[in-house]
């Protein structure tokens, strides 16, 4: 059997990192989603730059758009809303099957507006309203900012994905944020069943950070290598799940609201010293999401294994967070650390995006 529809009979959904006018046009996205089970699609401003950039199919509107009175970022939102509202369509059918479970597209606001609660806000709501699918997610940085916007989009009825956090406080901040956000909502008389949210959580640039400082370490630091980013996933994910079965949830759960699902973002494998797989086979399990750039979901196709890992080794991933600290390593601040290098290299992305929509 496919692996990805077994991972899929898990419980965790597999989620396509691309999107382009050549999948939507050539019918790969559908392929993936009717052959591979693909439940969902995120994009981001280097994603998009790949794709403008070397796409044919953008070339003539571009062209046009630039015969227009418009700024390079009205031209470049008016190139890729069409293609985000076109995968949302071909999800449509599986987020009303999944009864709003599955079936979602991100499109990330702006990063320049990262530090501003209010630019965030008010672009995520233009942005929600200019795509106009109930499957979109508006993707937003969980920066201190992004946390303010997070809950009042949340309150105003808009889904959101959360991106850029690399730490467990990260994800308990979004978490808290997306909980005050629902209640908003719920004192609004707005319909809390109608809201999604996903929490995503970025694996591969942990380890590469940390690996370097064990590396500078040496000795006995060397063997916690290779393990920090799937260890971080595994006690995020305890954290779900004790906030999101438990009280603290309980009167929103029977309200008919959803849990903010952990998403395993960065899942492609930098160091070729490990499995190509290394965050995809360790973190299966229910309730969660796994988003794949195109060679991590062909590795997982041709050789992966299923298995509902996602609850195992919890204790060895707790005792890998003891032992980087006690090697001096505190992974609060590799987090914030990431976050920032993540928001400086979308920041460069969009630059880039920019210039060729100017």
């Known amino acids: 059997m496919n692996p990805l529809l077994q991972v899929s009979q898990l419980g965790q959904q597999i989620w396509l990192d691309n999107l382009s006018r050549t999948l939507l046009n050539d019918g790969e996205l559908a392929r993936f989603i009717t052959e591979d089970g693909i439940a969902g699609v995120t994009t981001n401003p280097a ?52 009864g709003g479970n599955a079936g979602y597209v991100s499109l990330e606001v702006s990063p320049e507006l990262a530090h501003d609660a209010a630019g965030t806000l008010a672009a995520g709501l233009r942005l929600s309203a200019a795509v106009d699918r109930t499957n979109l997610l508006i993707k937003v940085p969980a920066t201190a900012a992004g946390i303010e916007a997070i809950e009042q989009l949340i309150g105003a009825g808009v889904n959101v994905n959360v991106t850029l956090l690399f730490s467990l406080a990260h994800s308990d901040a979004v978490a808290q944020a997306y909980l005050r956000g629902l209640e908003r909502l719920r004192l609004a008389g707005g319909d809390v069943t109608r809201v999604m949210s996903v929490a995503s959580l970025f694996l591969s640039r942990v380890d590469s950070l940390v690996d370097k ?18 260890a971080i996933a595994k006690l995020a994910y305890q954290r779900y799940r004790e906030r999101f079965h438990g009280p603290e949830f ?83 601040q590799v987090g914030e650390r990431l976050q920032r290098e993540g928001l400086d290299q979308f920041e460069q992305a969009f630059a880039a995006l920019l210039q060729l929509t100017s």
Not at 55 to 60: A, H, K, T, W
Not at 62 to 72: D, E, T, V
Not at 213 to 230: D, I, M, T
Request: glycine share 10%.
């Open 47 to 98: 994603i998009f730059h790949k794709a403008i950039a070397g796409g044919r199919y953008y070339e003539d509107d571009l062209a046009a758009l630039k015969q227009q009175g418009l700024s390079a970022e009205a031209r470049y939102e008016a190139l890729v809303i069409p293609d985000v509202q076109a995968a949302c369509d071909l999800l449509a059918s599986l987020h009303r099957a999944s």
């Open 213 to 230: 400082q064990l590396e500078e370490l040496g000795g006995q630091a060397l063997a916690l290598r290779g393990k920090s980013a799937v």
């Open 250 to 332: 309980a009167t929103l759960r029977s309200l008919g609201a959803r849990p903010q699902f952990m998403l395993w973002a960065s899942t492609g494998t930098k160091n070729p010293a490990y499995s190509d797989l290394l965050y995809v086979e360790p973190l299966i399990g229910a309730e969660t999401i796994n988003t794949l750039p195109d060679g991590t979901l062909a590795a997982l196709r041709d050789h992966g294994q299923a298995g509902n890992t996602l609850g195992a080794d919890v204790v060895e991933a707790a005792a890998q967070y003891v032992a980087l600290g006690q090697t001096g390593i505190d992974l609060e």
